[in-house]
């Protein structure tokens, strides 16, 4: 899920992105629906429903190279005026190492000019939950 999820930047990207998956031998027909609903399930979440929208910018695995030339990697950032919103997919329980890892996010992104709005860990599991740290 976590690879498709790369390929999604609207909910209009579900389709080609799954199909996109199944082409590559990421998945098999058997796993289509299933996959397609977690998707769902995570695009229509309360706190990410309107991350998953063209009204933003949005950066899906893309390298950032910090100040001190560490290369970093947010899972997702969503951007507009300025403002952006960092979403983190995780899977298994919550460990005090991902926040950790969305503060290291938030503050090279703060000495890029950002202000940040959102951190979100997205816990992709059997029940897709969501964590926002504000």
Known sequence: ???IMS???TKDDIDFAINLALDN??????Q?????KNINDILNQKDLKEFFTDQYTIYNERDILT???QM?????LVIRDNQATIIDYKTGLPNPKHEQQLEIYATH????G?????????????????????
């Open 72 to 76: 970093i990697r947010p899972d997702r």
């Open 114 to 134: 950002y202000q940040i709005s959102n951190k979100i860990l997205v816990f992709i599991n059997e029940n897709i939950q969501t964590k926002n740290y504000n």
């Open 25 to 30: 031998g990421l998945i098999n027909d058997d």
């Open 67 to 69: 100040s001190t030339g």
């Open 7 to 9: 390929k999604i930047y």
């Open 109 to 112: 992104l703060k000495e890029m």
């Open 32 to 36: 289509v629906e299933g996959i397609t």
């Open 1 to 3: 899920i976590h690879d």
